[in-house]
């Protein structure tokens, strides 16, 4: 064998292997899709007073233990964004999504939340917006939240352009029944000067 034929094997070994990756991360990521989905329609406005907010491995948390027995092993010593809220009269523990861990603070915060999965933030309450933004200037970032960042204007590309993909379904639909009745119209028209003749 001489080198180029190993080459032409490697390539298309390599080859082989993306369009395997490929297709898994199409499966996965629709996969993802449809449980956020599903998340998003059993989600509940809740008012909680955030407490404080950490990321812990699965079993430091506080989260119940039906949570730790259906996770596997392996992710139980994977770090989550922890967030210890004050819903009501009860302390809980919540797990918060990744994109907007950085948007909950300390303080009273209104958010979808989906049993114990916090999916949103809709508004934040502070005491000195100001002073918090300076404060997290101040901070040097790490590389942990710089990825959080990008995955944040990731997500929210994202919901943005399901939810432009929503909007131009409606008013398609709007346009198509419009366009219908507009035919239908015609069309008595044309029935009934027919009938007349």
């Known amino acids: 064998m001489t080198w180029w034929m190993i080459m032409l094997i490697v390539i298309a070994v390599a080859l082989i292997l993306l369009f395997v990756l490929y297709k898994v991360g199409n499966k996965l990521q629709a996969k993802q899709m449809a449980q956020k989905e599903q998340m998003a329609e059993a989600a509940q406005p809740m008012t909680m007073l955030v407490i404080d907010k950490k990321y812990l491995p699965m079993k430091d948390a506080g989260l119940p233990k039906i949570v730790l027995e259906q996770t596997p092993k392996r992710y139980q010593k994977q770090k989550l964004p922890i967030v210890k809220a004050k819903v009501g009269p009860q302390i809980l523990n919540l797990i918060c999504d990744d994109a907007i861990f950085d948007e909950v603070t300390k303080g009273e915060v209104k958010a979808m939340v989906s049993g114990i999965y916090i999916l949103s933030v809709?508004?934040?309450?502070?005491?000195?917006?100001?002073?918090?933004?300076?404060?997290?200037?101040?901070?040097?970032?790490?590389?942990?939240?710089?990825?959080?960042?990008?995955?944040?204007?990731?997500?929210?590309?994202?919901?943005?352009?399901?939810?432009?993909?929503?909007?131009?379904?409606?008013?398609?639909?709007?346009?198509?029944?419009?366009?219908?009745?507009?035919?239908?119209?015609?069309?008595?028209?044309?029935?009934?000067k027919n009938a007349v003749k």
């Open 122 to 192: 809709k508004s934040v309450r502070r005491k000195n917006a100001a002073a918090v933004e300076e404060e997290n200037k101040k901070v040097k970032k790490g590389f942990g939240a710089k990825m959080r960042a990008k995955q944040a204007a990731y997500q929210k590309q994202l919901n943005d352009d399901i939810m432009a993909k929503a909007q131009n379904k409606a008013k398609a639909t709007t346009e198509k029944s419009k366009a219908e009745l507009k035919k239908e119209k015609q069309r008595e028209k044309m029935i009934s």
